[in-house]
């Protein structure tokens, strides 16, 4: 049975930092692209970053281009995105997503998903 569980959220003041991680069980890690999104109360889901199975391809919204990071480690079959430089705009629930081609995942779709962690920014 696959899992997917997301952790690190939190509430932190704007100009703060978190880092979210995403542990996967049940598959083969480095076989899957992976991809962070976040929706906010009313409003639709959006991508955040994706990384593609081996951490050489990395695609960032422009939105957080340049304040987040993304990264993985096969080994531990655990996804990780740094939030730096946090805006109250960045609040949300943030999802992680599995798909084994990078193509799903940055069109928004996954074989598997979190059930999400809520990231809240304090003006």
């Known amino acids: 049975q696959v899992q997917v569980v997301e952790s690190g959220g939190g509430l932190v003041q704007a100009g703060g930092s978190l880092r979210l991680s995403c542990t996967a069980s049940g598959l083969t890690f480095d076989d899957y692209a992976m991809g962070w999104f976040r929706q906010a109360p009313g409003k639709e889901r959006e991508g955040v970053s994706c990384?593609?199975?081996?951490?050489?391809?990395?695609y960032y919204a422009n939105s957080v281009k340049g304040r987040f990071t993304i990264s993985r480690d096969n080994a531990k079959n655990t996804l990780y995105l740094q939030m730096n430089s946090l805006k109250p705009e960045d609040t949300a629930m943030y999802y992680c997503?599995?798909?084994?081609?990078?193509?799903?995942?940055?069109?928004?779709?996954?074989?598997?998903w979190g059930q999400g962690t809520q990231v809240t920014v304090s003006s």
């Open positions: 997503a599995a798909d084994t081609a990078y193509s799903n995942v940055l069109a928004g779709r996954g074989d598997y």
């Open positions: 990384i593609n199975y081996n951490g050489r391809t990395t």
